[in-house]
Structures are given as structure tokens and as C-alpha cells.
């Protein structure tokens, strides 16, 4: 059994309580025809199983799910049908959210072991998560059945037609809604890259015209900006540096934290003396305006780390509090953390030493992004991404600062 079965199976839940026979038809559509669809032949969920043999894929267990799909769309439809089926559909939808459950499980399996055909052929333990989500499913089914028998004794015979319209929209969503579980992550995906594109061209902009805002330095006549600690080329000390915006732009007012005022330039990629912007990324780059030798000084570094450490709490706290928004509450959190606790360890960290951590941790939000919408549970997956990042990148940066042999000696 893989992990991402289970969050897929686990995700269904909300389909099945709705619909017994659409949401397993459109899982083995998409599983069997998936790869003909442009989007959807690049999700996990559906790569690599063209050739899997499973019953689950077949085209006669997609065309029968089909038929009795369409027949238990046009049964809702019917006052009479409703209530007939209103009997039995909490046990008709957790049997199909176990038959789906399996069908995806031995899909997915048989990408690995070709030859394990059939559910049988899985141990004990493999059906365990199969019944859960069976049950999870009659449960959800239940209170449903409640609520539409509520509705159904308040108006008999549909005559304010809440019934045929809330039908309607169990249609779309037990249709949309397993599309959406493959699509998901791929969407959130490129919304975030999206995302993060607009932040850099905006801070580009604010970087273009923070250079109209230079001074003159009043001891040698040099233009510097008005945030740093010191003239570039004569060293006069700034009395009132200006204060360093999230987006690493210069405020029109003079910083209250002096004493930390370099650590924000540094988190900002900027010079912690005469605020020149950095452009490579590597931890030990000198500065093209003044010289310095960036985290050349190890106490320097030591408080650097420590700078970023203390915001890791608040920052878990707040990127909870976005995961728990199901869907609209992803990008603001993810953004969110990656500017204050990664973007200051990963603007620094070599982009060949980046590239195979980056992959393991995109394999990995892949699957949690998955599970994100799920209310409540949803909740740690933006912390859990945010702590895994910071780790990973902070890592990473101290590793390039000493690649063997102490740097303060080879700038000496
Ligand atoms: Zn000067
Ligand atoms: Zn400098």
C-alpha cells in the first residue's frame, strides 16, 4: 500500500458520502484514460499505469461503472427513486468507496509488481485502511441520509425543488470532485510558482527605483543608499539607516533595530555595510561597491542563524492558521514562510546543491498538498512544509559556508 493511495482514499470520503457509483466511475476513467488528457497524464496519480493490468482499469469495469453511474444520476432526479434509494445508499457508497480504495491500490501496485493481480494476493493488513475508509464513508452517508430526510419530510414532494437542486449539485460534485483530488496538487502547484513570479518582478521594480533614492555620502560626495550602515567608499558610519521592507526595499524611514539592521540587510541579500544588492548564489561572495566579504566573520554567521532561528515559532504558528483555510489559505502560507524562514538560507545555497533536495521536498509537498482542503486535517500540512524547508535549506547553507576547509583563512 502507498502512502498517496491512502491520502487519495482517505480524500474520497467526501465524494462517496454523496455518490455511490459516479466518483468510482470517473477514478477508473481517469486511471484508464487519464494519459490521453493533457493535465491529468502528468499527475502521480496517473503515470506509469497505461500497461498496469488491473480489473479496477479494465474497460468493462469502466463501462459498467458508467451505466449504473448514469443511472444513479437519473434515479436522483426522481422523488420516488430518491427516497427508494435513500434505504440502501450508505451501504452501496462505503462498498464502492472499498472497491474504488482497492482498485486504485492494485493500479498503483501493479506499476510495481506486475504480476499482483488481484486484492487477494495482499496481506491482512493492506485491507486495514480499505475499512477505514469504508466505514468513514457509511458514517459520512449517514448523517446525510439524516439531513435529507429532514429535508424530504418538510416537502414531500419536492414543491420548493431544494431537493432536485441540492441533487444537482451532489452531481458535480461527486464528478468534480476525484478529477480535482489528481488535479489538485498540480494546480496549487503552478499557483504558487505564479505567485512567486509576481513577488519578483515586484520587487524588481521596487529595487529600480529605490536607486533614484541615493544620497550623497557628506564626507566624499559618493551616492550610497539610504539604507546602509556606511559609505561604500569612505566608510563613513550612517547615523540613521533606513529601515528594509519584506520585499528587501528600502523604507522612506530611518530602522529602530540598529544593532540588527546588517542581519536584515544579509536576509535581504544585500550587503551588510553599504546595502549593495547581492547577485550570485553563494554564501561567500564579496561586495562590487565596498569589498566586504560576506559571512566571512563567524560570529557574524552565528548571529545570522540565530536572526532567522527565532522566527521559526511564530512562523509555524501563522502557517498553521493559513492551513487551515482548506484550498484559498495554501499560497498566502506558503509564500509566507518561505519569505521569512528559507528565502533567507536558499538565496544563498549554490543552485547545483539546491537541485536534489529541491526534488525529495517536491515529491514530498506533492503529496501533502494533496490532503490540504481536507478541513481540520488539512491544517499541519503548511507547517509541516514550512519546518521540512527551513531544516532542509538552513542545512544546506551551513554546509557551503565550510565545504571543507575554513574560508576566514583563504580571504585573510
Ligand atoms: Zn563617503
Ligand atoms: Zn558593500
Redesign the pocket.
Known sequence: MLVSTFIQGLGSTGFFGSRAFLPAFITAAAMRYGHHVPLLKDSGMIQGLEGAPTWFTSEWCVLILGLLAGLEIAATKVPEARQLLAEVDKYSKSVMALVTYMGVATASDARFIQDNLMPQAAGLLDFFPAFLIAAAVFWIASVRGAVMGFLSDADEDDDAGVQGLFSWAEDVWALAGPLLLILFPLLMIALIAAAIGIIALIRWRLAVREEKTKTP??????M?YQAAMA??????KNTAPHAIGALGQGKPYPTTDIDRHPLRLASKKRCPVCATRFDRRDPHQTCAACGHVLFNDPDFVKRYLGYIDRRVPLVVLVSLLFSLVPVVGLIPGVIYYRMTIVAPFRQYVPLHRSFLIKWAIRLLFFVLIAFQWVPGLGGFVVPVMAIVSYVSYRTTFRNSLNPGEPSAAAAA
Open positions: 555620502c557628506p564626507s566624499c560626495g559618493t550610497r559609505c561604500p567608499s569612505c566608510g563613513l
